[in-house]
């Protein structure tokens, strides 16, 4: 069953998480942050990518990779089913949003032009995540 909330609720939730200031239109409203600008772009710890909104495992660190685009990028989801993916018509083009799969945050977009094993590049806001560090 998805997690909903009211908008009230989420800009609480995004709040009490320290999230960055885009994190709510990104995650809430399909925005999109400046590239470059996330505070995990050029973050390379060992550790976990959850969604910033409920905390749902999204990514983990080893996938991650530099794609030169100024977002954070991986190759593949922590799991399958972790995230949805939709079709997205805007701005004249069509791409494919990827969205949380527990609570509908916005992500970002995945590509067919990452690495292998995949070959596939999750390009995510840095605002729709929050990393957890792996403990040593």
């Not at 997690?3 to 939730?13: R, V």
């Not at 909104?53 to 977002?71: E, N």
């Amino acid at each position: 069953m998805k997690i909903k909330k009211t908008d009230l609720e989420w800009k609480e939730i995004l709040a009490t998480k320290g999230a960055e200031t885009v994190a709510f239109d990104v995650t809430r409203h399909a925005a999109t942050e400046r590239p470059y600008s996330g505070r995990y772009e050029k973050e390379w710890s060992a550790g976990q990518y959850l969604c910033i909104c409920c905390s749902a495992p999204l990514f983990d660190a080893s996938t991650k990779f530099d794609a030169g685009c100024g977002w954070p990028s991986f190759y593949q989801p922590e799991h399958q089913g972790a995230i949805e993916e939709r079709v997205d018509v805007s701005l004249g083009m069509r791409r494919v949003e990827t969205v949380c799969a527990q609570c509908d945050a916005h992500l970002g977009h995945v590509f067919e032009d990452g690495p292998q094993p995949t070959g596939l590049r999750y390009c995510m806001n840095s605002a729709s995540l929050q990393f957890k560090k792996k403990e040593d």
